[in-house]
Structures are given as structure tokens and as C-alpha cells.
């Protein structure tokens, strides 16, 4: 026994020794001032998808923490109807989704149920949310898992997530350097301690190419930064269910999360208590870029402002400024006086080594992008703990010209008025009919299809158009649509050699008929090809796939096409 006890003794000395040598310092408590500002967390998961608690057990941690705001984000393909802004233990909830995409995670607020379910590739995914109304944000862009990286940057995303603390945490385990993996393993032996601060110390700075491709987005358009706790409150197997709880762990808590980092936002006005009102507040300052990003497990409570003047007027973060003259920036904060503050240039460090807590800085007249960030110098490890959004000094554009393609020069119809060279293909459980009609003067091509009700059988309907000479001779597909509901479809193309491989354009279907056009060097490839672009001499069929990426299993309906013809 004596033994036992000694080596008991040991055990907690060495524990001890290494929470002494590794804790993090606790996190400075400043004197804040008024700056305007409300603090909220975003990309929040509950119980409805992969999170530990529902919204109202989630509502009163972040209550505890302070926060005023908190905006759920549950994985699903945005057919749920969101529920209503509501307050609940004070905080205002905002109901959204993250859906999965093929080039990453895309997390969506104030949308509508969507018609359809949103899914396939990140592209039509940002333009589904965006036709109907939504404000999305690009999700872990820099997560080391590739199925959680966002991925396609020539996409108009709305915001990127600069900051996410799952991505910072797998970073650390899968680097191949022994210091950040140690600084995990001490994590969970500090954390009983210091939650909040053991949680900011593991946060890592924004990656270089992921703010490079931030800052040249923002030459050309608004692209407001963002952060986003990704609050599950627990850890699980890697082959649990999403829902399934009873092997988890409650770490990291939801309230440890909401004290280590927020979102604060400038509204235009004050909150009324008036949920939907102040809904309608805060999404629009979180649209307009009015917002700042602070690690609480640093310091906190934070005060922070970044604004410009020159002679065109004033602007604060997320603001447009016209071109003329100089412009003064000044940054005000309630920064201890170690921490650094500096003013960037897009990539360029434009002023540093500001430990001031209101000071100005000259910049010359030509137009820019200016952001500022405030790391947390003097301390054990340096972290961002502030990290604003851009003001946009921009010169006056001309009208922007479209680009382009030149109009067809060639034209040959693939629809002679019958169903010669059309048939259908599915799986064993769905069902799909090729018919004409009469359309106004002429006629359409009518197609039925009914997917099987089982995921499991993979259901799909296919309505393909014979080549057998291939597609050599033409660059394009032209044709009107319209469907009985709003959809997407799925055009393709398949090789006859290799046997089987395709490549895809996914499109949306209106109810009213619609001009299409699908250019072939616009398609990507459907799973595994040899080639991402297509021989298209050996391309024997061009395919209307409809599928469960937009369809749900057990869905029925009905499509319309006419003056279909291959182009060049």
C-alpha cells in the first residue's frame, strides 16, 4: 500500500510540475469602454446534428459567458425551415446550417428553407444561397481534414472564417513538429484549471495563404472576416453517430468555448427586445463587415474601433471610402500596453509596434485595403487577439464589362420533334419516361422521373441523348428548360473510352422556361476520370442526371426541353 501511495504522490507531483511549467496565464481582465459593439458566437452546433445540447441549454451557457448573440449552424442541406429569431435566457438566437459541399463546408444564416436539398459543389451551393437571400460563410478554410476545407475560392462567398478552434486543433495534431503536439497533450491537464485560457493558447494565427487569399478577394470585392467557435461541447469516437452521446466526452463545454473567443458586432442601432427586429440588426452589420473578432481567453472584456477619414468623408470597418487624399487611420482599443497593435496594407505591414491604446497612422491617397490586428505580445504565447475587418479606400470604377464568350457560330439540334436517339437510364427502384408535347408554335421534349424511396439504392434518372460520333466538333450545349418545381439537375457528359467516366455542370431549373447554356471546359469530374477535362471524340452520351446531391429520395416530377442543340 505504501507503494502504491508513493507512486500516487509521484504521479501528482509530476502532474503538478506540468501544469506549472505549461497553464496558460490567466487571461487579463480590462476596463472596457463603450464602443458600440454587442458580443455573440457564431457556427454553433446543437443536438439536432452533431452537438451535445439543445438551443436553450445552449442559450443560458452562453448567458453565463456574457454573450448577447449566438447564431446556430447545424449541419443539414437547408431544406429544414429555420426556426424564428427568438430570445432565450436573454441571448438572441439565430437559426442557420452548414451544409457540406464538395470543396468544403459552407455555413449559411438568414435563409429560407431551401426548395431543394443544397449539396454537390461548393459553386452552386454559393449561388443557392445566395438567390435565396442568405448570408453565407466559408467554413475552416485552412482545416488540415480535406473534407472540412474550404476549397473553392473563385466562388462569391459572402465571408471567410478566419479564425476556428477545430482547425487549430487538428493543425496541432497532425504537424509533425513535437511542440505543438505537446502543448495538446499538457491542454488536457491544464483545462480543469484555466478552461477558457488553455482553449485561446492552443488557437492558431490565421494561415498565410489562407489571408493571402483573403486580402486579394478584398481588392476586388467585400469579403468580411469572421470567427466561429464550431461548439459541439463534446468528443467522440471517430465512428460514433452524430447524435449518439453515450461514448462522448463534455469537452470542450459549450460556455468554455463562448469565454474563449467572440464575435462582437456593430449594429446600426440599439437592440430593441424585439427578436426578429434585432435579428434584422445584427445580420446586417455581420453582412456590412461591422464586426471584430477577440480571443476573451486573452483579455477581456475588449473596446475596439478602427476607423479612416480623408477627404471624401469617414469610414469604420467594412466601410467603402472613396479616393482623395491621405487618409488618417486611427485605431482606439483597451489594449494592455505590452500587446502590439499593427496596421496592415492588404499583406503589407503598413505601421507597427503600436502599444498606444488611440493612435493615428498616415497613409498615402491611392486606394487600398486596410485591417488591423492587435496580437498579444508579453505574454507566455503571442496570439491575434484582436482582428478587425477592412476598410476599403477605393477609387471610382467604370461600368464593369462583361465577360463574354462570342456567340455560337455553328448550331445542330439534338431534338428533331421525337424521341429518336433519347433513352432513359436508372436505377432498379426509380422510374423515368421520355415523351414530346406541343410548346407554343413547336414542341418539347417531356421527361417524368421518380426516384426510388431508399437511399440505399443510390436512386437516380438519367435522359440521355445519343453521340455516337462523339463531341469533337462542338464546345457547348444550348437549351430552354423549365421544370413542375424549383430544382437542380445535373448535365454530363460520359466517355465511351475510357468506359464510364463523366464529367458534370450542375444546374438550376426554374419553373418558368429559362436559356441555358453549359460550355464543356466549365465541367469538373464526376468522382475519379484519367483527365479532368474530357476527349470529346470519345464522349458517347450527354446526360440529364437527376439524383439525390438536389433531389430527395422518393421525389417525383417533371421537366420540359426544347431548342436543345450543340454549339460552337
Known amino acids: 500500500m505504501k507503494r502504491w501511495v508513493l507512486v500516487a504522490a509521484a ?59 449566438i447564431a446556430f449552424t447545424d449541419h443539414g442541406d437547408g431544406t429544414r425551415a429555420p426556426d424564428p429569431p427568438a430570445y432565450r435566457s436573454g441571448v438572441l438566437c439565430l437559426d442557420g446550417v452548414e451544409i457540406s459541399t464538395t470543396g468544403g463546408h459552407y455555413a449559411a444564416l438568414d435563409m429560407p428553407a431551401a426548395p431543394y436539398p443544397l449539396g454537390g459543389e461548393a459553386r452552386d451551393v454559393v449561388e443557392d444561397v445566395r438567390r435565396l437571400g442568405g448570408f453565407g460563410m466559408a467554413a475552416h478554410p485552412d482545416s ?20 476556428n478552434p477545430d482547425t487549430s486543433w487538428r493543425i496541432g495534431l497532425n504537424t509533425p513538429a513535437w511542440r505543438p503536439r505537446l502543448r495538446l497533450f499538457a491542454s488536457l491537464v491544464d483545462y480543469p484549471f484555466r478552461a477558457p485560457e488553455t482553449l ?68 446600426d442601432r440599439a437592440l430593441t427586445g424585439d427578436a426578429k427586429v434585432d435579428a434584422a440588426l445584427i445580420l446586417h452589420a455581420l453582412r456590412s463587415g461591422h464586426a471584430f473578432t477577440a480571443i476573451d481567453g486573452v483579455a477581456s472584456p475588449p473596446s475596439f474601433e478602427f476607423s479612416a477619414v480623408n477627404a471624401r468623408g469617414a469610414a469604420q470597418a467594412g466601410d467603402d471610402l472613396g479616393v482623395g487624399g491621405p487618409v488618417t487611420l486611427r485605431v482606439r482599443s483597451n489594449a ?39 496580437v498579444s505580445t508579453g505574454r507566455k504565447r503571442q496570439i491575434a487577439w484582436i ?12 461600368a464593369a464589362k462583361l465577360l463574354m464568350r462570342p456567340p455560337a457560330s455553328q448550331s445542330a439540334s439534338i431534338f428533331d420533334g421525337t424521341t429518336n436517339g433519347w433513352r432513359v437510364e436508372h436505377d432498379p427502384a426509380s422510374q423515368g419516361t421520355i415523351e414530346t408535347g406541343k410548346s407554343g408554335a413547336g414542341s418539347d421534349l417531356q421527361l417524368r422521373y421518380a426516384l426510388a424511396k431508399e437511399p440505399s439504392a ?7 441523348n445519343d453521340r455516337p460520333t462523339g463531341l ?88 420540359w426541353i426544347k431548342a436543345a442543340a450543340l454549339q460552337r
Open 144 to 163: 488540415p481534414k480535406p473534407e472540412l476545407r474550404w476549397r473553392e475560392w473563385t466562388a462569391p462567398f459572402d465571408a471567410i472564417e478566419l479564425i
Open 200 to 267: 485561446a493558447s492552443l488557437l492558431q494565427h490565421p494561415a498565410d495563404d489562407i489571408l493571402t487569399k483573403w486580402e486579394n478577394l478584398t481588392q476586388r470585392r467585400h469579403v468580411v472576416s469572421l470567427a466561429g467557435t464550431d461548439a459541439h461541447a463534446k468528443l467522440t469516437p471517430r465512428n460514433a453517430d452524430p447524435g449518439d452521446n453515450r461514448w462522448s466526452l463534455p469537452f470542450p463545454g459549450y460556455e468554455t468555448a463562448f469565454r474563449m473567443l467572440s464575435v462582437h458586432v456593430r449594429p
Open 336 to 374: 494592455p500596453p505590452e500587446f502590439t497593435t499593427v496596421v496592415w496594407q492588404g499583406s503589407r505591414v503598413l505601421s507597427t509596434d503600436h502599444h498606444e491604446q488611440d493612435f493615428t497612422v498616415q497613409a498615402p491617397e491611392s486606394p487600398a485595403v486596410y485591417w488591423t490586428e492587435i
Open 11 to 69: 504521479l501528482a507531483a509530476a502532474a503538478g510540475a506540468l501544469v506549472i511549467a505549461t497553464i496558460a496565464p490567466a487571461r487579463l481582465t480590462l476596463t472596457p469602454w463603450s464602443d458600440g459593439t454587442i458580443p455573440g458566437g457564431l457556427h454553433i452546433h446543437t443536438s439536432r446534428s452533431d452537438g451535445r445540447s439543445g438551443p436553450d441549454e445552449i442559450a443560458a451557457a452562453a448567458a453565463r459567458a456574457g454573450l448577447k448573440f
Open 458 to 464: 443510390r436512386p437516380f434518372v438519367a435522359f440521355i
Open 472 to 559: 469533337a466538333a462542338n464546345d457547348r450545349l444550348a437549351f430552354t428548360i423549365r421544370a413542375d418545381h424549383p430544382m437542380r439537375i445535373s448535365v454530363q457528359l460520359r466517355s465511351a473510352e475510357p468506359p464510364g467516366e463523366r464529367w458534370q455542370r450542375s444546374m438550376y431549373i426554374d419553373v418558368v422556361d429559362q436559356d441555358r447554356t453549359v460550355y464543356f471546359d466549365d465541367l469538373t469530374p464526376v468522382g475519379v476520370t484519367q483527365t479532368w477535362r474530357p476527349t470529346f471524340s470519345n464522349i458517347h452520351d450527354l446526360l440529364f442526371v437527376i439524383d439525390t446531391t438536389n433531389s430527395r429520395p422518393g421525389s417525383s416530377g417533371h421537366l
Open 387 to 398: 482582428i478587425s475587418n477592412p476598410i476599403y479606400v477605393r477609387a471610382p470604377e467604370p
